[in-house]
């Protein structure tokens, strides 16, 4: 092993900044067994951080080991549908020739590059066209057009969370508790649709149920990486 890898029992006097410039320093030396180890002793302590399991998922990756990298890439993704570096990670690893068609347009829509020729029947066409009216503050017009991104039953959270932000900004206790519901029963594992749930239910009086919920969030997102990001774009 090389001169700039430390002991793994120094890893708990590391601040998480430190701590993520050693794994990549690892992962660009190709030290990837150690960085395997690092990330594996880092979650043991922060099992939430979500970009240390991305980073975890590509030492797999490194040491030849995709079968194990796919469910956690997969699972990270079901938590947060708009982490970027593991839907890029997957349209490279994916054994599926249909799901990393589905992965591409994902992370098109997320960069925000030029909207793509979608058929009329797939559910990005009008979710690309109410994220515009969203930004513009037409939010009944952005409500009826994820609307119809809905009705196309999209393989992932992406519109729910869009929903969901629409109904916030619209005011609309009522829409935002039912909406909240409906996609928590459907994808109970997205942070985002846990988080504005629980503002919901702090805006129904059901504070107590609310906070259970923003645990449940703080422990799968240690860093608070999807709680700023939301919260950033509200």
């Known amino acids: 092993m090389s001169q700039i890898t430390p002991p793994l029992n120094s890893l708990q006097t590391l601040d998480r900044y430190r701590f993520l410039m050693l794994l990549h320093t690892a992962n660009e030396c190709k030290e990837f067994q150690f960085a395997k180890q690092a990330a594996m002793l880092w979650l043991v302590n922060y099992p939430g951080d979500l970009y240390v399991q991305y980073s975890q998922a590509l030492t797999h990756i ?13 699972a990270l993704i079901e938590q947060d549908p ?8 997957l349209i490279a690893i994916s054994p599926s020739g249909d799901q990393r068609t589905v992965y591409e347009a ?9 909207q793509p ?8 066409r009008p979710l690309w066209e109410a994220r ?12 009826a057009l994820i609307h119809q991104s809905i009705l196309l039953n999209p393989p992932s959270p992406i519109p729910a969370v869009l929903h969901l932000q629409t109904a916030y900004k619209m005011e609309n206790q009522d829409m935002l508790e039912n909406l909240s519901e409906i996609y928590y029963q459907k ?3 997205c942070l985002q649709i846990n988080i504005i749930k629980a503002i919901s239910e702090i805006d129904q009086g059901k504070e107590s149920t609310a906070v259970e919920r923003l645990h449940y969030v703080a422990a799968h997102d240690s860093a608070g990486q999807v709680i700023m990001s939301l919260m950033g774009s509200q």
């Open 62 to 74: 490194n040491l030849d080991n995709q079968a194990q990298a796919l469910p956690l890439l997969e």
């Open 82 to 89: 708009l982490f970027i570096e593991p839907i890029q990670t």
């Open 106 to 114: 994902i992370l098109k829509y997320l960069r925000k590059e030029d």
């Open 117 to 124: 020729a979608f058929s009329k029947d797939h559910w990005l």
């Open 132 to 143: 515009e009216a969203y930004a513009q503050g037409s939010y009944e017009q952005a409500n």
């Open 187 to 189: 994808w109970p594992k």
